[in-house]
């Protein structure tokens, strides 16, 4: 005998409905006076870690209590790509970051994400550990861009920008990388599952 499924109404879901009630909140102050305004920009930077605070915890929380449900399965992955995609878009309309960076980012997110849902039926493909780099290595960057570090303009703020920088470039070639395994693993899951299928 099976206990019954959780309610929707619990504090990961809740976590994860907060992120995405924040991502119009965040994009405004990000783009408040096209980027110009500094103290909008260091409390878009305060919106964005407190965001992805909330995405680390309610994955922690619903694991631990048992409060996993289909809701958070499918509000979570939305959440995380509405919060990123927000910043991608809005740090390439400020001039913050290239839009080439934006274009190939959000087409990779949202391409594998849509890969998921089609290899469904055969499989959950679940998160790797180069996913995993991939996404703390976006996080870092669009922080480091989301502060007005050209404003500031002195030593420690360029040496920042450079920073940022490499890790943005890191965060392209890993993401690019790790978009190549998913589709092989897809691939792999559908192969194999059609073959169990044929075998039965």
């Known amino acids: 005998m099976t206990g019954s499924p959780p309610s929707n109404l619990n504090l990961p879901n809740a976590l994860t409905v907060l992120r995405i009630l924040g991502v119009p909140v965040f994009g405004y102050l990000l783009l408040h006076q096209h980027g110009l305004d500094v103290s909008s920009r260091v409390w878009a930077f305060t919106a964005f870690c407190l965001l992805m605070i909330t995405d680390r915890i309610d994955g922690d929380i619903a694991r631990a209590r048992g409060l996993v449900t289909n809701f958070g399965k499918l509000a979570d992955p939305i959440a995380d790509k509405a919060l990123t995609g927000m910043a991608f878009v809005g740090l390439s309309i400020i001039g913050a970051l290239w839009w080439w960076v934006t274009i190939v980012l959000l087409v990779r997110e949202w391409g ?34 989301v502060l007005p570090l050209e404003v500031w303009d002195n030593a420690f703020s360029n040496a920042l920008r450079w920073a ?37």
């Open 112 to 145: 594998i994400t849509a890969m998921r849902f089609v290899v469904r039926k055969y499989g959950v493909m679940p998160a790797s550990q180069g996913g995993r780099i991939k996404t703390t290595l976006q996080s870092v960057a669009i922080g480091g861009y």
């Open 164 to 200: 940022t920088h490499v890790t943005m470039g890191a965060a392209v070639i890993v993401t690019l990388v790790t978009a190549v395994q998913y589709v092989q693993d897809a691939i792999r899951l559908r192969r194999d599952q059609k073959a169990l299928a044929g075998n039965a």
